[in-house]
């Protein structure tokens, strides 16, 4: 069955660029979305479409799609930005789909 | 301002039956798509399933796991979505979440709170 591959964990200082992959074969004919779930919160859209941003989130999310991988990056990430991240596509039959998750220390 | 708010979640026994409900309010519900989502406890997001638009015959889908015991359905009356859980499994306990897409477009999602979902013996 169709997958969306994510690291477990990504760990960078306050300050750095995080970057968080997502892959998977039908990527390059799909659009990617990310959202943020902090601990004990309903997740919020991070990035759609593979690099809008909606309104509220910070300049320093940003998203890219290239072939079989999408990125999302913070620039400059800060300690309010740890969480779970997950990228959100579609299947071959137009199902919606999740990757894996990947938490984000920033310390 | 838009709301959506999850109930309907208790313990219950495997084989048993539960039915969610979500209430919407703040947008139009008959021009919105409405998703379940789920969350086992420490676990990732799940796509559960899904009702279309009544422009695209209020069509519903689902996910492997849950196809063929789940059911999906809404009240229009009632700005209601609801989520008919058949069969449970205790893998089916998580936090059931419901999300509408409100026009069908982003970034216009929206995400109520959750309701947990306990199945056990």
């Known amino acids: 069955s169709y997958e969306l591959t994510q690291p477990p964990s990504v760990s960078v200082s306050p300050g750095q660029t995080a970057r968080i992959t997502c892959s998977g074969d039908?990527?390059?004919?799909?659009?990617v979305y990310w959202y943020q779930q902090k601990s004990g919160q309903a997740p919020v859209l991070a990035i759609y479409?593979?690099?809008k941003r909606p309104s509220g989130i910070p300049e320093r999310f940003s998203g890219s799609s290239s072939g079989t991988m999408a990125t999302l990056t913070i620039s400059g990430a800060q300690v309010e930005d740890e969480a779970d991240y997950y990228c959100?596509?579609?299947?071959?039959?137009?199902?919606?789909?999740f990757g894996g998750g990947t938490k984000l220390t920033v310390l | 301002e838009v709301q959506l708010v999850e109930s309907g979640g208790i313990l219950v026994k495997p084989g048993g039956s539960l039915r969610l409900s979500c209430a919407a309010s703040?947008?139009?519900?008959?021009?919105?798509?409405f998703n379940w989502v789920r969350q086992a406890p420490g676990k990732g997001l799940e796509w559960v399933g899904r009702?279309?638009?009544?422009?695209?015959?209020?069509?519903?889908d689902y996910a492997a796991p849950v196809k063929g015991r789940f059911t999906i359905s809404s009240d229009d009356s009632k700005n209601t979505l609801y989520l008919q859980m058949d069969s449970l499994k205790n893998e089916d306990t998580a936090v059931y979440y419901c999300?509408?897409?409100?026009?069908?477009?982003?970034?216009?999602?929206?995400w109520g709170q959750g309701t947990l979902v306990t199945v056990s013996s």
């Open positions: 999300t509408a897409l409100v026009g069908a477009a982003f970034p216009y999602e929206y």
């Open positions: 703040g947008f139009t519900f008959t021009n919105a798509w």
């Open positions: 009702i279309k638009t009544e422009t695209e015959a209020g069509t519903t």
């Open positions: 039908a990527l390059p004919k799909r659009f």
């Open positions: 479409e593979d690099s």
């Open positions: 959100y596509s579609t299947d071959t039959s137009g199902n919606p789909l």
